[in-house]
């Protein structure tokens, strides 16, 4: 595969990650808030709680850390769980009309999401040689480009507002500061309220 091909290949599955895990969702959170479907807003809720570790992996592939290989892994492991883990929302959700417009989205959005989520841990995995730095191949660089561009925006932004400077490093620090609080909240969550209540969400 070429590297132009696969450059195009990079940026096109980004694309889609902004519409899939960004846009609809939010979307469908809002739509589910005024339309006060109960399932499906504790679903999505959720599942902003988890794919935020999406944002801490963008945050360390700006900043050139390779350890966000690893991060991006988990990300996709952990979403696909938020998708399907929760026996109280299954159940609520297998009990709405299937031909009402918010389930029948929800319901598309959720497996689209599955598949995409899938198939992007398996490039993840498949880039595990990177974790040992950007200079192995130039594939790992490529990796970089979409995040750079945003943290490159991202520097403008804070730049335009508060004069201060935005530099790889501070993407780097950044990201490693807000995968420590994740992590904080994901053992709690996994040694206390898993134990207490296995895979019921309730009001979680």
Known sequence: MSIALLQRLIWAEY?????????????LLIWATVRREGAIGRLLNLYWKVASLLVV???????????AFAVSVAAHLLILGSLWF??????????LPPWRALPLVTRIWRWSLTAFTAVGGIASVASYRCLGGWQ???VCRLWQHPPGGFSQALGHGLNFLFGAPWT????????????????GFFLQWLLVRWPRYGRVAGGF
Do not use: Q
């Open 136 to 138: 192995v191949s130039t």
């Open 15 to 27: 694309r889609a990650a902004v519409v899939l895990t960004i846009a609809l969702p939010l979307v």
């Open 86 to 95: 929760w026996e109280d929302i299954n159940d609520e959700l297998a009990d």
């Open 168 to 183: 790889t490093e501070g993407a780097r620090v950044a990201g490693w500061f807000c995968l420590v609080v994740y992590a």
């Open 57 to 67: 992996t963008v945050l360390l592939l700006a900043g050139a850390e390779p350890m």
